[in-house]
């Protein structure tokens, strides 16, 4: 197996500990309101590990965002933007997953999941009817003997939000996306929502409506493929397809993502052989004020241009690929390790050479990705 360099270790390390559900150091506190009555408490112990951050303030009253919001008199398009701008914000985030119906023979339910970050959502890009939002975590942990670890930064998610969008990459299944072209009416008022992984690599793509009353603002998708989450793929290979929605809603104090997925094993063809279970999914992020939040802003600024590279290379293979697939390991190693690893590179001081950068990107891109 190739050698693995610190700063990918680093990086393993980090979604590690995102992956494994750190929530609190004592395991009585961790538990289910909404879980399985009759099963066994161990059994449904949330999975994840013991590890604590220390405390945050929660901004009181209600944000500015949600203020802008409720202005009257808005146009529904602009209503709708202030709705995805509202996103933005220093959060402490909280991630809880669980089963909550079987369809098999045999079937018992999967330890539920939980795990926290504290998360930095700055906007991107904002022209009008294309949004972008980056999220970046910023985590610190408390020892056990009181000792403040961190911060450690993890670049994660990016979620890009297009107004009245007819050209989408959705996920089919088995590591490939496919162009889905929409029509006019298909999309009129709507909202196109694309999530990227870590590394701006696609997740998934789907259209939806925002809905907006008195003091309500939500977004919800349309039925959309994704590939198995890292919280998944990490613990099981019994199933190849998430099959849901999302709903994004905004409130006072930030916003809520709910999920609600289908666990699916597709057949040779890849149509739909078999439904494990249903899964409820609820990310809450929360407002908080005075955390530093420094660190990750430092890492942006020495990085950005790097991943503004990624991201072009990412828009030139949508461009021309109606349909593509990728790779989850080449030469035993993910994508996002060697994405990872470049970035840290100049967050370590190793000066930013534009042409280097893209054909470092075009090399990885052409490696990992076929047909």
């Not at 209600?62 to 919001?69: M, P, Q, V």
């Not at 119906?101 to 294309?130: C, I, K, M, N």
């Not at 998944?232 to 905004?250: A, F, K, P």
Request: charge should be negative.
């Amino acid at each position: 197996m190739p050698m693995i360099s610190r700063r990918a270790k680093l990086v393993s390390i980090v979604a590690g500990l995102l992956a494994a559900g750190a929530v609190t150091a004592d395991d009585d506190v961790r538990q289910y309101t909404f879980s399985w009555l009759f099963t066994d408490d161990a059994a449904m112990k949330p999975r994840g590990g013991t590890t604590t951050g220390p405390e945050v303030e929660l901004l009181e009253g209600t944000s500015e965002a949600w203020e802008a919001l409720r202005e009257p008199s808005l146009s529904d398009f602009e209503r709708d933007r202030r709705a995805i701008l509202a996103m933005a914000g220093h959060y402490r985030t909280t991630f809880d997953f669980i089963e909550t119906t079987g369809f098999t023979e045999d079937y018992g339910p999967s330890r539920p999941y939980q795990s926290w970050a504290t998360e930095y959502v700055f906007v991107l890009e904002d022209s009008e009817d294309v949004i972008s939002l980056q999220h970046v975590i910023v985590m610190q942990f408390v020892e056990p003997d009181g000792t403040i670890r961190g911060p450690v930064v993890q670049k994660h998610w990016r979620q890009e939000w297009r107004y009245e969008d007819r050209d989408l990459h959705t996920y089919v299944g088995d590591g490939r996306w496919r162009r889905r072209m929409l029509s006019e009416d298909d999309v009129e008022g709507k909202w196109s929502q694309a999530v990227y992984n870590v590394d701006d690599s696609p997740r998934y793509e789907a259209i939806g409506d925002w809905v907006h009353r008195a003091n309500y603002s939500a977004w919800t998708s349309e039925e959309t493929w994704r590939p198995l989450p890292r919280r998944e793929s990490s613990v099981r290979d019994d199933y190849d397809v998430l099959i849901g929605t999302n709903r994004h809603t905004i409130t006072p104090t930030g916003w809520v993502q709910e999920e609600d997925n289908l666990k699916v094993d597709l057949g040779p063809d890849g149509s739909p052989a078999e439904v494990l279970a249903r899964e409820v999914g609820v990310s809450r992020y929360e407002r908080i004020v005075d955390f530093d939040f420094s660190a990750g802003e430092e890492y942006w600024q020495s990085t950005s241009a790097f991943w503004s590279d990624v991201r072009d290379a990412w828009r030139d293979v949508y461009r021309q690929s109606d349909t593509f697939r990728l790779a989850d390991e080449v030469d035993g190693q993910p994508l996002f390790a060697r994405m990872f690893d470049y970035a840290q590179a100049l967050n370590d001081g190793e000066p930013y050479d534009p042409e280097a950068s893209r054909r470092f990107v075009r090399d990885m891109l052409e490696r990992y990705l076929t047909e």
